[in-house]
């Protein structure tokens, strides 16, 4: 499966953006999804994941309560709703994929998108 990051973006301290993950090659229904975020000089960390199904979500606490992960099957893409953002969120953004396993981690996600920039101005 191939994964596209887009609408990565410029944004003022407060407000929101919506990331997406679009898929080609394979559906998408069948993958366990995440993102993942680099700030610049610092190791890619963890940030959301959804399960296949998207009967399970989770979060890294920095992001709890103002990002929301979410998935269209039918549409084969999975979202980072990003609200009341902040400095400290400006990053480069992955999403990441795994059939077979659900983690924090990144070392479990074998497909990756290229990588959306996200800029949160004080």
């Known amino acids: 499966v191939q994964l596209q990051a887009s609408g990565g973006g410029l944004v003022q301290a407060g407000g929101s953006l919506r990331l997406s993950c679009a898929a080609s090659?394979?559906?998408?229904?069948?993958?366990?999804m995440a993102w993942f975020r680099q700030a610049p000089g610092k190791e890619c960390d963890f940030v959301a994941r959804?399960?296949?199904?998207?009967?399970?979500?989770a979060y890294t606490g920095s992001v709890r309560g103002r990002f929301t992960i979410a998935r269209d099957n039918a549409k084969n893409t999975v979202y980072l709703q990003m609200n009341s953002l902040k400095p400290e969120d400006t990053a480069v953004y992955y999403c990441?994929?795994?059939?077979?396993?659900?983690?924090?981690?990144?070392?479990?996600?074998?497909?990756w998108g290229q990588g959306t920039l996200v800029t949160v101005s004080s």
């Open positions: 959804i399960n296949w199904s998207g009967s399970s979500t």
């Open positions: 090659g394979r559906t998408l229904s069948s993958y366990n």
């Open positions: 990441a994929g795994s059939l077979t396993r659900y983690s924090d981690s990144e070392r479990v996600y074998d497909y």
